[in-house]
């Protein structure tokens, strides 16, 4: 279990550039967490902090108990730690990495050969091959099972999805699952916000801070816009027509579609008929349910 | 130890897989040895040379005859002023000028002593003091043979450097720089470049979220460099010894014991650079700036420090190439024993702590 109260952190001198805002949150055993946001959220800042590799400027950690500072030590006993960078020794075999970190935490592949087996199965046919020679998604399973091979009771993955083609990235997201089936918890953080849906609870992270945390279906209830999707016509036009009319409240680019939110009164046919006018002949408008994506709008907006 | 020997194991396939570090650590040596001893020709040749006798008797006559005949010497002739040597050797036309006193033979007969002066045209200095030396070597030799001849005791004053290398061979002076350079530019550079390099690759982050313990993997780390070092040790030594016929005068368990002293201060070195810079490129500038160019220019290896202003001469007290170029030149060439070399060995375990104790202090447990 991780518990996090009030972390602040700041780079440069002065503490000009805030990476961390006063996160609070706690994670419970055995749950996956995944904390969401753009780049330069302040993601990989929080997950350093969480593994004892860099020191916050004020607020408090504590993985099962052990308090992060203090007892950085043990806390590294009980981590598995996935940077948001491939980390492992390019020029190292598959197997050969894998046995290096083994017998850095004092154990061996066989000894925990069960908990890595579905992961390692995948890429076992390439074990002589080069880390460096690996495609993104293998070298993302290669460290997912470095990071486990010493049987972690807390798995800390920073944007493990990053880079890594559709397929692969479900096959990834179904490994977690089985490994917390195994009682591991584990933090996770995604910058694909399809991927919330995954996770057992999400918190969602904007300039260092958390703009909200519940479960992904709990942040879906919470979103009170109306929201509907319109399809038709040249994309570019249409968003700066639409953002012009004065009772819609945003619009945004979803993939071949737009997501508009607009103002309690407006009905789809007004829409359609204001876009017929403007040109628009081929235009269709339906409610949505919201993403999770269309959450985070609605909360940075 | 499993933790060790595997990371040690680790570091071994980092080089060997490298064929271009594999080729830097062990050409080097070779490269430099072979380079240094046979097309960088640091002998001087073609000694110009000018004699101001005012009174000249058996004595002079010798000693300018045992010179003019020295094959290292161009014997350009007499002059009979002072004056008219400063003018010729102001135009360049002369390396060494040899004064040597009124009433040479009278002052050597009655008193024992007589002067020489040496008087070299030092704007190379390095050709300039090699000159004197020749030409002190030549004249020390004429001296013994007097001495020999009339059993009387008297004195030439020269002061004879050149005791030690009677054969006037250079690759007597730079063989002990090669070892120094080489091994500095192994270590330092090597080492320091391997542990930036993981903190570059992001691997740092993941050895340091381990239960790793930190002196664990900087021991690690220093191993395989201290073992390749120590090969080019004696690489450069069988070369030295085969190929340029250099000499191993002293005790080789003292010149190994030397060596392998230098290798862990060159080592502690590149920690010291690693623990301060987070860029490869910065730690190889830094390494080069500060291990190699000052063992080149200010170690004595290439220029004598004694020609050195003296501004050079404190400064050169700091590079520790310096003081073990001295030790092996004394137990290498000199033939000397640790009672001779103890100063030089004590500055090298100094500099040593020194340096650990900087890079304990600079050792970070975490990533900044």
């Known amino acids: 279990m991780i518990e996090v109260k009030d972390l602040h952190k700041s780079y440069g001198r002065h503490g000009k550039a805030n990476a961390l805002n006063g996160i609070t949150f706690t994670v419970k055993k055995g749950e996956i967490f995944g904390v969401i946001g753009p780049d330069g959220a302040g993601k990989s800042s929080l997950f350093r902090i969480l593994a004892s590799l860099i020191l916050p400027d004020s607020g408090t950690v504590t993985i099962n108990g052990f308090e992060v500072i203090k007892d950085y030590q043990k806390i590294r006993q009980i981590i598995g730690y996935m940077p948001g960078r491939f980390s492992l020794y390019q020029d190292l075999s598959v197997e050969e990495n894998l046995k290096f970190f083994a017998t850095l935490f004092n154990t061996t592949i066989e000894e925990n050969y069960y908990l890595i087996k579905d992961i390692y199965q995948q890429i076992e046919p390439f074990k002589n091959r080069r880390a460096g020679a690996l495609s993104g998604g293998m070298k993302q399973k290669l460290a997912l099972s470095c990071a486990l091979i010493h049987k972690p009771e807390i798995l800390i993955l920073d944007e493990p999805t990053t880079g890594v083609d559709p397929v692969s990235r479900k096959e990834f997201w179904d490994m977690l699952d089985r490994l917390k089936e195994q009682g591991i918890t584990i933090l996770v953080s995604t910058a694909y916000m399809d991927e919330a849906s995954r996770c057992d609870r999400i918190a969602l992270i904007l300039e260092g801070k958390f703009i909200g945390s519940n479960t992904p279906q709990g942040i879906i209830d919470d979103y009170s816009e109306i929201l509907w999707s319109v399809i038709g016509g040249k994309m570019s036009t249409l968003l700066s027509v639409l953002r012009n009319h004065p009772k819609v409240k945003s619009s945004f680019a979803f993939g071949d579609k737009l997501h508009i939110t607009v103002k309690e009164g407006l009905q789809t046919f007004d829409l359609k008929q204001y876009l017929l006018n403007k040109g628009f002949n081929n235009v269709c408008i339906d409610p949505i349910q919201p993403t999770i994506e269309d959450c985070f709008m609605a909360l940075t907006s | ?368």
């Open chain 2, 1 to 368: 130890m499993k933790q060790l020997i595997a990371f040690v194991n680790k570091e071994f396939h980092h080089i060997f897989r490298d064929s271009r570090t594999l080729l830097v650590i062990l050409g080097i040596p070779i490269v430099q040895i072979l380079l240094f001893g046979f097309a960088i020709n640091m002998e001087v040749q073609d000694i110009r040379v000018a004699f101001y006798d005012p009174t000249p008797d058996a004595f002079t006559t010798g000693i300018t005859e045992r010179i003019r005949q020295n094959a290292y010497f161009n014997y350009l002739g007499k002059v009979n002023s002072m004056n008219e040597m400063e003018v010729v050797m102001r135009k360049g036309k002369l390396d060494l000028a040899i004064v040597f006193e009124q009433d040479f033979q009278e002052n050597l007969v009655h008193s024992g002593n007589a002067a020489v002066q040496l008087l070299s045209n030092s704007s190379d200095p390095n050709r300039g003091s090699i000159s004197v030396n020749y030409a002190m070597a030549i004249i020390a030799d004429y001296q013994k043979d007097q001495m020999n001849i009339s059993q009387i005791p008297f004195q030439i004053q020269t002061e004879n450097r050149m005791v030690y290398n009677p054969l006037m061979k250079s690759s007597y002076m730079f063989v002990p720089g090669i070892m120094g350079l080489v091994m500095m530019i192994i270590c330092t550079i090597m080492t320091s470049v391997s542990i930036v390099r993981e903190k570059e690759r992001g691997t740092m982050e993941v050895l340091l979220a381990s239960p790793l313990k930190h002196g664990t993997m900087i021991f690690a780390k220093t191993i395989p460099y201290m073992v390749i070092s120590f090969i080019d040790f004696i690489i450069i030594l069988l070369l030295s010894y085969f190929v340029l016929d250099v000499p191993v005068n002293g005790s080789l368990f003292l010149l190994c014991l030397i060596a392998i002293l230098y290798i862990f201060l060159s080592l502690s070195y590149g920690l010291t650079i690693s623990t301060l810079v987070d860029k490869q490129v910065n730690a190889v500038i830094i390494s080069a700036m500060t291990a190699m160019i000052p063992v080149l220019m200010l170690s004595g290896m290439i220029f004598p420090i004694d020609n050195m202003p003296n501004v050079l001469q404190y400064f050169s007290t700091i590079v520790p190439a310096r003081w073990f170029i001295d030790a092996i030149r004394k137990v290498m060439i000199q033939g000397q024993g640790l009672t001779m070399v103890w100063k030089d060995v004590l500055i090298l375990i100094g500099m040593t702590v020194f340096l650990l104790a900087v890079t304990a202090v600079n050792t970070k447990k975490r990533l900044e």
